[in-house]
């Protein structure tokens, strides 16, 4: 992901329809440990 910079991610059904985005800060609110998270966050904020 932090390659091509990809901060979003769609969530899809069993049909294949949109029904939601995940984020990279979704998972830093439900993460007891931050520092995967906050290394994810870097790692997607830096040029490629």
Same mark, same amino acid.
């Given at each position: 992901? /932090? =390659?091509?910079?990809?901060?979003r991610l769609p969530v #899809? =059904? +069993?049909?294949?329809?949109?029904v939601g985005i995940v984020s990279l800060? =979704?998972?830093a609110v &439900? /993460? /007891?440990d931050l520092g995967p998270v #906050? &290394? +994810?966050? /870097?790692d997607v904020s830096s040029p490629a």
């Amino acid at each position: 992901m /932090s =390659d091509h910079q990809i901060r979003r991610l769609p969530v #899809v =059904d +069993a049909e294949n329809k949109l029904v939601g985005i995940v984020s990279l800060g =979704d998972f830093a609110v &439900e /993460s /007891s440990d931050l520092g995967p998270v #906050v &290394e +994810a966050l /870097s790692d997607v904020s830096s040029p490629a």
